[in-house]
Structure formats: C-alpha cells, structure tokens
C-alpha cells in the first residue's frame, strides 16, 4: 500500500542535543509537509517543500530545519531542542495540481526533551 | 489571517445518538475545507473535502456540509469504534499547498 512512514514513532533527546526525523514515502507526491502538533492543538506547519524549492513559514524557527535529497525522503533536523519542542511531529504529502489537494499524514514521531 | 474555530471541544454521545461537530471558518478566499479524523498517538487521517458552499459528502455514517461560513460534520448512529478527534482545516486559494486546522472536537461515544 502506498504509503507516509515516519521514523522513529519514539524519540528521546536531551536538552540542546541535535535530532532528526525522518519521513519517506510511496505516493510519488511532488510537495512533502512538516508540522508540529502539541496536546490537545491543531497541528501547526513548519514548512514544506515543493519539488525541491523550501518554503518556511514565518514563524518557524531557526532551530528548525529541513533537507530533501529526493522526491521520496524528507528530514526535520532540530539543532539545539529545547524542553518546549517536545511535541509529535507530523509528515505529510499532497500531489499538487487542481483538485488534488489533500495531504496524506504518516503516524507521526512523538519527541520527548529531557 | 485565515481562522478555524471548532465547537464543541469534546462530545460525549451515547452509540445511535446522532450530532453534529462545528467548524467555522475565516479565509480570503476558500479553495478548500477539509475533515480528518485523528486518534490518540497518531496522525490525522483524511475523511473529506469540501470545495463550494452547498456541497455534501457522505461517508458511511458521516456526512459533510460546507456554507460559506462553516462546515458541519454529521454523524448518524454513531458506534464506539467513530471514538476520536476531528480535526478541520481549510485551505486558501493565496497560500496554495498551506491548511490552518483547527484544534479539533473529541468525540467519545460510549455503549
């Protein structure tokens, strides 16, 4: 089944010590999302990629960043996290174009700051 | 600034007690609403989406419905497995690919 996979489901880091996420996926989608969602709010994007061109969002911040080295595979890396990016991170794809709009979201990766 | 407001937080339904879930929207110009549902420790998945005001879908016992101010998510006959968060979010024709969610109505349906 095509599919978003996000690895790990589980992360634990500690405080200021760099960590990536990584999500793949099958669909052959051309835009590839990062969110972040804390307990009990709606997910918030981070930026997403079109293609290969970035788009940050403006209030993203710089501790945050992204690389995609090809259609299938996206990564957040967080340089220095701190005890408020403990959230779940999500992945998400869509295939751009006119009525393809829904994005498709993995499982998500839950962070934890220790 | 696109805004999406959900009512009511959490729903507590008796399984067969129908209702509806709010999303009131605010958005320069709508290309798209969207509905997913998401459980504990996983992500959203996608149930619908809503293009004009006056358009409906159905889903086996969940129905959409979009005016040119709100959405409504319709579900009949609920049963304990529709236990979740729905999550709405909407999609503006300025920002392309981009959707502000709302932060979702729990919905917990009981025996």
């Known amino acids: 089944d095509a599919m978003v996979i996000q690895n790990p489901r589980y992360q634990v880091t500690q405080f200021g010590k760099p960590v990536t996420l990584s999500c793949s996926q099958t669909?052959?989608?051309?835009?590839m999302y990062w969110y972040q969602q804390k307990s009990s709010q709606a997910p918030k994007l981070l930026f997403h990629?079109?293609?290969?061109?970035?788009?940050n969002e403006a209030d993203t911040p710089d501790n945050f960043q992204s690389r995609r080295p090809n259609t299938s595979f996206c990564f957040l890396d967080i340089r220095s996290p701190g005890l408020g990016d403990a959230a779940m991170y999500l992945c998400?794809?869509?295939?751009?174009?006119?009525?393809?709009?829904?994005?498709?979201f993995g499982p998500g990766t839950r962070l934890t700051v220790l | 600034e696109d805004q999406v407001t959900q009512s009511p937080e959490a729903l507590r339904l008796q399984e067969g007690e129908s209702s509806s879930l709010n999303c009131s929207y605010t958005?320069?110009?709508?290309?798209?609403l969207f509905w997913y549902r998401q459980d504990p420790g996983k992500g959203p998945e996608f149930l619908f989406t809503?293009?004009?005001a006056g358009e409906e879908k159905e889903k086996e016992r969940l129905k959409a419905t979009l005016t040119k101010k709100e959405s409504f998510l319709h579900i009949t006959a609920p049963k304990p497995e529709d236990s979740a968060t729905y999550l709405c979010?909407?999609?503006?024709?300025?920002?392309?690919?981009?959707?502000?969610f709302g932060t979702g109505t729990r919905l917990q349906v009981t025996l």
């Open positions: 809503l293009y004009s």
């Open positions: 669909l052959n989608h051309n835009v």
């Open positions: 958005v320069s110009g709508l290309r798209g």
């Open positions: 979010a909407v999609q503006n024709t300025g920002t392309a690919s981009k959707l502000t």
């Open positions: 998400a794809t869509s295939r751009a174009g006119l009525g393809d709009n829904e994005q498709f």
């Open positions: 990629y079109y293609d290969k061109d970035f788009n």
